[in-house]
């Protein structure tokens, strides 16, 4: 079983930063490819980031709306992912979740495991 859990989410002001954190469990860490998905109020859930496994040669991937804002990184010896969000808009305000591929591709599907989720709130 590998259970990802999220932290950082919270309140912050648009045009301020955040950075969320998500500590994933297993010693086949560096294989899993790892992502980030959100879900706003009455919205379908979207994706975000995702960075690849050592397969992928641990490329990062972006959704467009958040592309040059937002950076997803990993720490290996951590069994930690990171996604590093500035310049927040109140449109990011959403749950944030973590998920897991241990298959080591996944970019916007093939994900296995998923955290419980970050409230992520920006005010105008």
């Known amino acids: 079983q590998v259970q990802p859990l999220e932290s950082g989410g919270g309140l912050v002001q648009a045009g301020g930063s955040l950075r969320l954190s998500c500590a994933a469990s297993?010693?086949?860490?560096?294989?899993?490819?790892m992502g980030w998905f959100r879900q706003a109020p009455g919205k379908e859930r979207e994706f975000v980031a995702a960075?690849?496994?050592?397969?992928?040669?641990?490329?990062?991937y972006y959704a467009d709306s958040v592309k040059g804002r937002f950076t997803i990184s990993r720490d290996n010896g951590k069994n930690t992912v990171y996604l590093q969000m500035n310049s927040l808009k109140p449109e990011d305000t959403a749950v944030y979740y973590c998920a897991v591929a241990t298959s080591g591709i996944g970019i916007s599907s093939g994900y296995d495991y998923w955290g419980q989720g970050t409230q992520v709130t920006v005010s105008s």
């Open positions: 960075v690849a496994g050592s397969s992928g040669s641990y490329s990062a």
């Open positions: 297993g010693r086949a860490f560096s294989r899993y490819a």
